[in-house]
């Protein structure tokens, strides 16, 4: 079944170690994305890439890293953990010229 | 800068009764899009409807129904004769023109709604 993957599923991580969370589609989307969703927030964008080998900030880009060195694969890497970090991500694409945005399963994080 | 308000943060209604979700949303372009999603318990984002600036109509599918209005810069969703399965967090979203931001999607806040049999 064609869609996103996100893995891992769940992580609790100590304060101070680095992680990358990964994400995966299928569907040749050219844009993908790394959301954050906390309690009575909503979704808020961290970084977004609208092709392969560019990236671009989002709303909250602090303490997270992106890379799209190919069309299927945008990884997000927290260098650094630290507590404020803790939330569900989300990864999503779409196409370019089409705003639909489909989102992964989501990778539930703790930082303690 | 666009953002995107969902007073309601809780709704909770009884099987078969009619809800309204609202959506205000602000910007400064003339060229947006908006946005619906689901969100049910297992945590998944279910993309449920897109409508770009330009085009007013209402619309619906099955027990879904949308309405925009430019003139209140709303764009309401109304579930008729809810089940038990519309339970789940409902999303409206907003996203200015594909050439800014990177199709950056602004979400409001969301709105829990429980159906209860």
């Known amino acids: 079944t064609a869609g996103i993957t996100q893995a891992p599923t769940s992580q609790i991580l100590a304060a101070g170690r680095s992680m990358t969370l990964r994400c995966t589609q299928d569907?040749?989307?050219?844009?993908m994305y790394w959301y954050r969703q906390d309690l009575g927030l909503g979704l808020r964008l961290i970084h977004y890439?609208?092709?392969?080998?560019?990236?671009g900030k989002g709303e909250v880009p602090d303490g997270y890293s992106v890379s799209r060195a190919n069309t299927d694969d945008f990884p997000l890497t927290l260098a650094s953990a630290v507590p404020s970090q803790t939330s569900v991500y989300f990864c999503?694409?779409?196409?370019?010229?089409?705003?639909?945005?489909?989102f992964g399963p989501g990778t539930r994080l703790t930082v303690l | 800068a666009q953002k995107v308000t969902q007073a309601q943060t809780e709704i909770s209604v009884v099987e078969k009764e009619d809800v309204t979700l609202d959506c205000v949303y602000e910007?400064?372009?003339?060229?947006?899009?908006l946005f619906w999603y689901k969100q049910p318990p297992s945590g998944e984002l279910v993309f449920l409807i897109r409508?770009?600036?330009?085009?007013?109509q209402n619309e619906i599918s099955g027990r879904y129904s949308w309405n925009f209005q430019k003139s209140t810069s709303s764009f309401n969703f109304t579930i008729t004769a809810s089940q038990v399965v519309d339970s789940a967090v409902y999303f409206c979203?907003?996203?200015?023109?594909?050439?800014?931001?990177?199709?950056?999607?602004?979400f409001g806040g969301g709105t829990r709604l429980m159906v209860k049999p």
């Open positions: 999503a694409s779409s196409k370019v010229h089409y705003n639909e945005q489909f």
């Open positions: 569907m040749r989307h050219n844009a």
């Open positions: 890439s609208n092709t392969a080998g560019t990236t």
């Open positions: 910007t400064r372009d003339t060229t947006y899009y």
């Open positions: 409508r770009n600036s330009f085009d007013e």
């Open positions: 979203a907003l996203s200015e023109a594909p050439e800014n931001a990177g199709n950056m999607l602004t």
